[in-house]
């Protein structure tokens, strides 16, 4: 099957401070890329989509100046996390699926921790 | 409203076990619903995707069923292995704009006990 890579698969960082991260479709475009998060014991929640070339739509409750999403490319995809504060410790999840295909592929997930 | 219901929430079986996950829906329209692995603190892996007119699909020991007359689906596992101990995601995907928008369940958290 077709493989996301996100990267990293955890990040520890200050609050306040910005955190990037990357998710890449390796043998595939991927003209359509979601981002979600998973809180423990819970379901994924998509908190927004993007497609190459145009700006994501957020999910209602998603702050769009905090939760910033670049699909620059049909292989990348980036969620910068900004001015996190502990709150924002989440797993964070890509998934990217081609032009009017049925299958969504996942990245393997990003463990952010604020302190 | 669009919803996913998994059971149980929980379960633990012995090694070689097999077992039964479900998997309500309520989402609609409906245009196929998929099963995922997701090992702790890794992404959803693929199991089975079934489209409206899929009645079962297999994929080694999961097999998965589907009724879209009642919304109802399940997953059986035959011949549980340590290896399966992981949550088992259910996701449906409507018909109602061209992305085809996906519903996830909670999850049905597995221990499989040696």
């Known amino acids: 099957g077709a493989v996301v890579s996100q990267h990293p698969s955890w990040v520890i960082c200050k609050s306040g401070t910005s955190v990037k991260i990357e998710c890449r479709s390796l043998?595939?475009?991927?003209?359509?890329m979601f981002w979600y998060r998973q809180f423990p014991k819970q379901s994924l929640m998509l908190m927004a989509t993007?497609?190459?070339?145009?700006?994501?739509?957020?999910e209602q409750g998603v702050e769009k100046d905090k939760f910033l999403i670049n699909h620059a490319s049909l292989t990348l995809s980036t969620l910068t996390v900004t001015s996190a504060h502990p709150e924002d410790s989440s797993f964070y999840i890509c998934?990217?699926?081609?032009?009017?295909?049925?299958?969504?592929?996942f990245g393997q997930g990003t463990r952010l921790t604020v302190v | 409203k669009n919803q996913v219901e998994q059971s149980p929430q929980s379960l633990i079986i012995l090694e070689g076990k097999n077992c039964t996950l479900q998997?309500?829906?309520?989402?609609?329209?409906?245009?196929?619903l998929r099963w995922y692995k997701q090992d702790t603190g890794r992404g959803p892996v693929s199991l089975t995707i079934?489209?409206?007119?899929?009645n079962t699909k297999s994929n080694g020991r999961y097999t998965a069923t589907l009724d879209a007359d009642t919304k109802q689906s399940s997953l059986h596992i035959t011949a549980s292995q340590l290896s399966d101990s992981a949550s088992y995601i259910c996701?449906?995907?409507?018909?109602?704009?061209?992305?085809?928008?996906?519903?996830f369940g909670r999850g049905t958290q597995l221990t499989v006990w040696p």
């Open positions: 998997c309500n829906y309520t989402v609609s329209p409906f245009s196929n």
């Open positions: 998934s990217a699926r081609v032009r009017g295909g049925f299958e969504a592929f």
């Open positions: 079934m489209t409206f007119s899929e």
């Open positions: 993007s497609n190459e070339g145009s700006k994501a739509t957020y």
């Open positions: 996701v449906v995907s409507d018909r109602g704009s061209t992305l085809g928008r996906l519903y």
């Open positions: 043998d595939f475009q991927a003209t359509t």
